[in-house]
């Protein structure tokens, strides 16, 4: 007879070694993907950071005027404006020729748009062609933000062991709030470091560049890695037909539901979202009185402790359900708003603390956005449903927020105003959660809408025990 002990022990596929390397690998995979959905977010938020920390740099150079203001605001507007188009454009892309390579396409649009506005000349020198640069670029951003978010989303929600969506995907919000309160901090640093004159004069173009390393470090990382396992599927099957027009005509036809009651949710998260946190130094400088070190000091403050819930709050979600997170952040908002609002009038330290509280009781609706809004489409159209029904209400409802908050302050002095939006928001997105389907723990893979047929099962019966990262397994 053989002898079997001197044969290999690990020569199966199935050896524990074997399973080891195979669950490392998978994790490693996890880990970049959440590395390169993150690393994009925080680029365009470095950038809407930035914008947002030197507006008043921006209106002198760009502006000048008693206007100027609402001139700079408007540039941040219209950045918004293009972003459904790009929806409309880099979604059915996404879903008909894959995430990674859009992905890795909007990333570096987004970082060049951004450092070249570090290089405009400025209304003094060159007239009205200056803010006409300033606006194209701002154009240039949106149209490729519309495609980046819906995608780094889509991105990081298939990756995801099912029953850990919410931990893994509140990563892409981390890296959004740690993206704009980099590009606060750096503002920040550049206001201790030149004096004010050096900032008004060249010293507010330096974040902007920024964006070139950045961009750069967000493409290679997404560059090295394949494809999502759900969307591979799906064209391994060749259940993937069509194309990108047909992928657009399918959503509109026949998703309508999913699309108006995310529409409803995104006009809650955005007004709350640019309200708090693009127009909050303009509100703060402009209305209160505040210097632009002390209002930037107040921000970083805040972002830096929003950031730090965010992953708390996303594993919450995965235990609880998305839904419970979403009630919580409304109705806190709608109650605490008006009173926080007056209370920053006390004093900056009172400021600092009204902020931080209505920051956190928006945490919920955001750290839960790459879990709840990805799943709420088939595998087909998921990229153009999250991208087209995410931008179209940001653009109208987002973007648009400091705009009309300052243009109402402005026209009435009710410096209250901000409070009021944000309740009236939070009405729609209450509104919006009542239809909203519960989908944690479910699998996203296939081409039917996840969890319509366990709408009726609590968010545990979904979830089961099993505590594994492996995706396979969690969704098994």
């Known amino acids: 007879m053989p002898d079997n002990s001197k044969m290999p022990s690990v020569s199966s596929p199935l050896s524990v070694a074997g399973l080891q390397e195979t669950e490392q690998q998978r994790k490693s995979k996890l880990h970049k993907a959440i590395a390169a959905s993150a690393m994009g977010n925080f680029t365009e938020w470095f950038d809407y950071g930035v914008y947002a920390a030197t507006t008043a740099y921006l209106t002198q150079a760009f502006f000048p ?3 100027g203001t609402l001139g700079t605001l408007l540039g941040f507007a219209v950045s918004f404006a293009l972003r459904p188009l790009g929806g409309f454009v880099w979604g059915p892309l996404g879903d008909r020729l894959g995430r990674k ?5 909007t990333i570096l649009l987004m970082a060049g748009s951004t450092a070249l506005i ?8 060159v007239g009205v062609l200056a803010p006409v640069l300033l606006i194209g670029l701002r154009v240039v951003q ?3 933000t519309g495609g980046e978010y819906g995608g780094a989303a889509t991105f990081m929600a298939e990756y995801s062991p099912d029953n850990k969506r919410g931990r893994y995907g509140s990563f892409l919000e981390f890296g959004t709030m740690c993206g704009f309160a980099g590009g606060t901090a750096f503002v920040l640093l550049l206001q201790q470091l030149l004096t004010r004159d050096e900032m008004y004069d060249w010293g507010w173009r330096l974040p902007f560049f920024v964006a070139i390393p950045l961009g750069f470090v967000g493409w290679y990382l997404r560059h090295q890695l394949d494809d999502t ?3 591979n599927e799906m064209a391994d099957e060749q259940e993937k ?10 959503l509109i036809r026949d998703y309508k539901r999913p699309i108006l009651i995310m529409f409803g949710l995104v006009i809650a998260l955005n ?3 640019y309200t708090l946190i693009a127009y909050m130094p303009t509100y703060l400088q402009g209305s209160i009185g505040m210097t632009e070190s002390d209002s930037s000091i107040l921000m970083l403050i805040g972002q830096v402790l929003m950031a730090l819930c965010i992953p708390f709050f996303g594993a919450l979600s995965d235990r609880t359900g998305r839904k419970p997170m979403w009630w919580t952040s409304l109705i806190g908002l709608f109650i605490m708003a008006v009173p926080m609002y007056m209370l920053m009038r006390v004093g900056f330290g009172w400021a600092i603390l009204a902020f931080v509280i209505l920051g956190l009781l928006f945490i919920p609706q955001l ?34 927020a400091p705009l009309v908050n300052d243009a109402v302050i402005g026209e009435t002095g009710f410096t209250l105003f901000p409070a009021f939006f944000m309740m009236g928001a939070c009405v729609i997105g209450m509104v919006a959660v009542w239809f909203l389907t519960e989908t944690a723990g479910v699998s996203l893979r296939g081409d039917e809408v996840p969890g319509e047929a366990d709408d009726n099962q609590s968010p545990v019966s979904l979830l089961g025990d099993s505590g594994d990262d492996d995706p396979e397994y969690a969704r098994t």
């Open 65 to 67: 005027g008693t206007l």
């Open 101 to 105: 390579v859009v992905l890795a396409t």
């Open 118 to 125: 570090g290089v405009l000349p400025t209304h003094a020198q």
């Open 142 to 144: 949106g149209f490729s």
């Open 229 to 231: 396992p759900v969307f």
């Open 241 to 250: 037909q069509g194309s990108a027009w047909d992928r657009f005509t399918s």
């Open 271 to 273: 007004i709350a979202n």
């Open 367 to 400: 750290s839960t956005i790459s879990a709840t809004f990805p799943a709420m489409f088939p595998t087909t159209v998921r990229y153009a449903g999250f991208a087209i029904s995410y931008n179209v209400a940001t653009a109208a409802f987002g973007g648009t």
